[in-house]
């Protein structure tokens, strides 16, 4: 019903609504008096069981069986005792439920206080709030009726309960790490936080901070899968339960109490951590036909423990922390002092991840990186199915690299003559100032490589300007680079054979000296004509998150002001992940797939370079005093180059033409007529965009 307003003549002047009834003082009374209710002195894991949990489709109330070990990290959260909890522990653990969930939940109905959840990213952060908690709140009858109603009560990134609790929804930057007090502070994924918050650091202790004003009741949890990796190879554990030097969530674990869980061994009654390499699988069979056969035993007597008494040996577990001396005791008898409780879950105790599929997955990863030299699989199967720090492998085998090792470790092949059974001949070429830096490889059945040959080039070629009495300038002058054209009839005798093989591809690096990338791309549109497969452009990238190796081209003909050449296909190499492959493939003692083999007689440079970068933090750097490092730049060349011809997806059974060992190679020339190299037939080409000139027509069948 609408009423008229009027002025004093009398006169209407609007229609207004009107006022609501007043507010009966017992409803006013019923809502205020859940904040005057005193805190509940219940722990977390008594009130974790009032909200629901989504199983199979349903929601259905959470139990404390199926993650009984979250137990104890549960209620360390409202311990008075120690300010924060830390845990690691791999996917599948419920480590997000006991620690994440469960605390919320007590917060809203048992001890109403200011909350903050911090997720890595504001779209992580909008992402668990719409995704996790808002069904939460809805399906959990307790919760639902505990949300306020009301503007700004339940947004996104902001909801307001009955009873006081305030929960906000963060992401680790500066303006929410500050000025503020917050007397349960959460983190999910830390190890996924950036590294530092806008130069104040990294974000556990800025957030350990902003609870200080709550006093004894403060509290910040933070949890995750570690994702950084050693900081040094050489560390040998000082204690029982110290974990190695890493950043991340893993240095805030050897701050704290350092718990492990352990398993009572139902045999001999002794305790012991059930850890991977605990578990045992047979040695034949697919990754999925051991890990269906794993089972644990006992590293005191022996003794077998099947996948189906995990339940019962989970439910029997308990926590043990280190104490002076390194003692291990129950938290509750701890006398060190220290202000994090931490704990660590291993990978095989994690409720909902079965044996089968931790052993499956590793030996599949494995595999992979036994095959391709690529360990980015086996990495996120350590750090999120085990919950381990991964050691990069070539960050190990780069520290072992050693110009004497080298050296001992060398071959008897014969210098520049392809082994017996060469499949094809691959060559990398190198800018440097002043020359060309040459390196040949031969590659075998299995992608074993052999280095047969190196050198550089200095002279320019002849018609080059004023060619007598200056070296080459590749960054200069664009004629110098037809000194690389004679590469293309090289020919290579095969030991006991009276054939030689012509070089299958050479890839050179358009990296280097102003002016080298246009002269690169100009030498590519010219000896593509005349050899359109044979000769490759190479740029390198650093990073453990980009792909080993891909032919790809600029996708616009402008880059700002910049002119970008969409006729040019080039090779993108990762080239700490190729390193990394590269310093394995040296190591290895025996030949045999994937194998890099350095002759005794190759030139001392090359065992220098190949020696000449270690593995860092940062990506892999040279030296202290290193200047050159051609010939390990010259060998990832040669792997992208090998990766883009598709040469590790070959059967070697039955290889193609230009990968087959003998007199009917692609390549093969007789040695009676080396010249015949200049007119051999050209390889096919590397998986490319079409383009004029460069690639034929794509083919169903595998070239």
């Known amino acids: 019903m609408m009423m008229a307003g009027t002025n004093a003549k009398g006169e209407t002047l609007f229609d207004v609504e009107p006022l609501p009834p007043f507010c009966r003082p017992e409803e006013v009374i019923r809502e205020a008096l859940p904040v005057l209710a005193p805190v509940s002195r219940v722990s977390v894991s008594e009130t974790a069981h009032r909200r629901n949990i989504r199983v199979g489709g349903r929601w259905v109330p959470w139990r404390p069986d199926v993650a009984p070990y979250m137990a104890e990290p549960m209620d360390m959260t409202g311990s008075r005792r120690f300010d924060s909890v830390a845990f690691i522990g791999p996917a599948r653990s419920s480590k997000s439920e006991g620690l994440v969930i469960s605390p919320l939940v007590h917060a809203i109905l048992a001890q109403p206080r200011v909350v903050a959840v911090f997720s890595p990213s504001k779209d992580a952060a909008k992402e668990w709030s719409e995704g ?59 190890d996924a936080f950036k590294r530092d918050i ?79 390499e605990q578990l045992s699988y047979p040695d034949d069979g697919t990754p999925e036909e051991r890990g269906a056969r794993a089972h644990m035993f006992c590293p005191h007597c022996g003794c077998v423990m099947e996948a189906r008494h995990k339940a019962e040996l989970n439910a029997g577990g308990f926590w043990l922390h280190e104490d002076d ?112 830096v040459v390196q040949v490889e031969a590659v075998m059945p299995g992608l074993e490589r052999v280095v047969i040959d190196r050198f550089d080039l200095f002279t320019p070629p002849p018609g080059a300007p004023k ?59 010219r000896v593509r004509i005349t050899h359109p497969n044979r000769w490759h452009l190479q740029k390198g990238k650093g990073g453990e998150d980009v792909k080993r190796a891909e032919v790809r081209r600029p ?101 193609p033409r230009w990968a087959l060992p003998g007199p009917e190679n692609l390549m093969a020339v007789a040695l009676s007529d080396p010249g015949a190299a200049e007119a051999a037939e050209d390889p096919a080409p590397a998986p490319a965009p079409a383009a004029r000139g460069w690639a034929v027509k794509k083919s169903k069948k595998r070239w």
């Open 325 to 436: 001396g390194g003692a291990l005791v129950p938290i509750h008898d701890l006398k060190r002092e220290v202000a994090t409780a931490s704990y660590w879950l291993p990978g095989p105790a994690a409720a909902l991840a079965p044996w089968s599929r931790l052993v499956s997955r590793y030996l599949s990863a494995e595999a992979t990186y036994n095959a391709l030299g690529d360990e980015s699989g086996l990495k996120t199967v350590v750090n999120v199915e085990l919950g381990l720090p991964y050691a990069s492998r070539g960050r190990g085998a780069g520290a072992g690299l050693s110009e004497a090792m080298l050296r001992q470790g060398a071959s008897d092949h014969v210098w520049q003559v392809c082994p017996a059974g060469t499949a094809c001949l691959l060559a990398a070429v190198d800018v440097q100032p002043g020359r060309f």
């Open 198 to 276: 806008e130069g104040d650091g990294e974000a556990f202790p800025l957030m350990r901070k902003r609870t200080e004003d709550a006093g004894s009741r403060a509290m910040t949890i933070v949890e995750s899968s570690p994702r950084f990796p050693p900081l040094h190879d050489d560390w040998a554990s000082a204690t029982p339960h110290e974990a190695p030097p890493c950043e991340g969530i893993v240095a805030i674990y050897n701050a704290g109490t350092r718990g492990r869980l352990y398993w009572t061994c139902p045999d001999c009654l002794e305790a012991f951590r059930p850890e991977f």
């Open 555 to 655: 996708e616009t003909a402008h880059r700002g002001k910049q002119y970008v050449a969409r006729d040019v296909p080039i090779i993108r190499t990762g080239t700490d992940r190729l390193k990394d492959e590269v310093a394995a493939s040296l190591l290895r003692e025996a030949g045999g797939a994937r194998k890099l083999h350095v002759p005794r007689a190759a030139p001392a440079e090359v065992f220098a370079e190949l020696a000449a970068e270690r593995k860092t933090e940062d990506g892999w750097r040279k030296r202290p005093g290193v200047q050159r490092n051609e010939a390990l730049d010259l060998c990832v060349y040669v792997l992208s180059l090998a990766i883009v011809l598709e040469a590790e997806a070959i059967n070697w059974d039955r290889p």
């Open 132 to 190: 996790t908690l808002d069904p939460l709140v809805l399906n959990s009858p307790e919760l639902a009726v505990k949300l306020a109603a009301g503007r700004g009560a339940d947004n996104i990134f902001t909801k307001r309960f009955k009873g006081g609790t305030r929960l906000t929804i963060d992401w680790p930057v500066k303006s929410k790490l500050a000025q503020r007090s917050i007397a349960l502070c959460i983190g999910t994924d830390y």
């Open 467 to 525: 060619a007598e009495g200056r070296r080459l300038d590749p960054g200069k002058y664009a004629e110098d680079w037809r000194a690389l054209d004679p590469l293309a009839a090289k020919v290579y005798p095969v030991e006991g054979e009276d054939y030689g093989l012509g070089i299958l591809c050479i890839v050179v690096d358009a990296n280097g000296e102003p002016g080298v990338t246009p002269n690169a791309y100009s030498f590519l549109r």
